[in-house]
C-alpha cells in the first residue's frame, strides 16, 4: 500500500522541509516500510507530498506507535491537507466504504 500526505507550504519552505526530512527518515526506519519521499510539485512550488511505501496498512500505522514516532511525525502529519491518504492495490481493496459510513 501506498499513504501520500500532501501539504500546501506558503513562502520559505526551509522549516517544513527539515520537518518533513525527519518524517521521511522515521517512516523509512519503520517495520514494514518499502520507503519514502519527499516530493514537491513541479507546476505548484509551494504544494508538496510525502509519499511512502508499505508492506501492508498494519505497518503503515504500526509506524505511529511509540514516543519518538509521535514526537516526530504527529506534529508534521496533523498539517497535512485533509484528504484521504491510503491507497492499495483495487484487487485487495475489497469494498470500500466512505469514511463515516462505517458502524
Request: no cysteine.
Amino acid at each position: 500500500m501506498i499513504a501520500i500526505s500532501r501539504f500546501r507550504v506558503p513562502g520559505d519552505a526551509s522549516g517544513f522541509e527539515a520537518a518533513a526530512r525527519a518524517v521521511v527518515a522515521q517512516f523509512a526506519s519503520s517495520a514494514g516500510s518499502l520507503g519514502a519521499d519527499l516530493v514537491q510539485n513541479l507546476d505548484d512550488p509551494g504544494l508538496w507530498a510525502i509519499v511512502s511505501r508499505w508492506a501492508d496498512v498494519g505497518s503503515y500505522r504500526r509506524a505511529f506507535n511509540g514516543t519518538d514516532a509521535k514526537l516526530v511525525l504527529v506534529p508534521l502529519l496533523s498539517l497535512a491537507i485533509d484528504e484521504p491518504s491510503a491507497y492499495a492495490e483495487p484487487a485487495s481493496v475489497g469494498e470500500n466504504r466512505p469514511r463515516g459510513t462505517v458502524g
